[in-house]
């Protein structure tokens, strides 16, 4: 967990120092590790207005020994409370799955409105959910994710997607994905079933989406064009 705790200290520093606007990405961060201005604040000895101040870009950008100091809080967070945010992680970072299994996996820089990974996939959404926002998204052949991924594999496909928009891709129904993501914690914010109609819908897949607290939605938009757009998000 160490060697993971590194690989992703650099990862999120490196991604804030980088970023055109570091507040933002600070935040995204922040929210995605699931702590408050005041949490952050108070673990790195400062007020809460100060954490607030750079997020909102109201400071000058941090500096490096800053954004070192808030990664190393966010992770010391988060491991205190049981390491939950930093194994998912560790997941992303060593996904290693075959392009025609996985198109795209990618992290946003900052948080996405969800209505607008919506106009990217040009999906309509089903099923409104706990949250209006994506910090990433996977799109997956849901065909050859079946035939070729073990159940490990399968688990760690699903583990990835913590705060993301998972698509499936050939979907004629939709119920394999959505009982699948009943057995997995967390489940993403977002799914959107590709390839399909309204009316094709499996029946039960609104009640599983709104038991869960997921968004839901389907789309029938070439894949190609979907993919060159949520590359520009």
Not at 2 to 14: F, M, N, P, T, V
Request: proline share 3%.
């Amino acid at each position: 967990m160490s060697d993971a705790r590194e690989e992703l200290s650099r990862r999120i520093a490196g991604e804030i120092t980088l970023s055109d606007d570091p507040g933002a990405t600070l935040r995204k961060w922040r929210t995605d590790f699931d702590v408050s201005q005041t949490e952050l604040a108070d673990q790195l000895g400062v007020s809460s207005s100060v954490v607030s101040d750079y997020e909102s870009g109201r400071r000058e950008s941090p500096g490096i020994g800053v954004v070192r100091r808030t990664v190393e809080g966010l992770l010391d967070i988060d491991e205190r409370r049981g390491g939950g945010r930093l194994r998912q992680h560790a997941r992303v970072l060593s996904a290693g799955f075959e392009s025609d299994i996985v198109h795209d996996l990618r992290e946003y820089s900052t948080a996405v409105p969800l209505a607008d990974f919506y106009d990217a996939m040009g999906a309509t959404e089903v099923v409104r959910g706990d949250h209006d926002h994506v910090n990433g998204h996977t799109v997956i052949d849901s065909i050859q994710a079946i035939t070729r991924l073990s159940s490990e594999e399968f688990y760690r496909l699903y583990g990835q997607s913590t705060n993301r928009a998972l698509v499936f891709t050939r979907v004629t129904r939709g119920e394999s994905p959505l009982v699948a993501l009943r057995v997995v914690s967390p489940t993403p914010n977002a799914v959107v079933l590709h390839g399909i109609e309204d009316g094709d819908l499996w029946d039960h897949a609104a009640d599983l989406a709104r038991v869960d607290g997921v968004s839901l939605a389907t789309s029938n938009r070439d894949l190609d064009d979907c993919l060159a757009d949520l590359q520009a998000l």
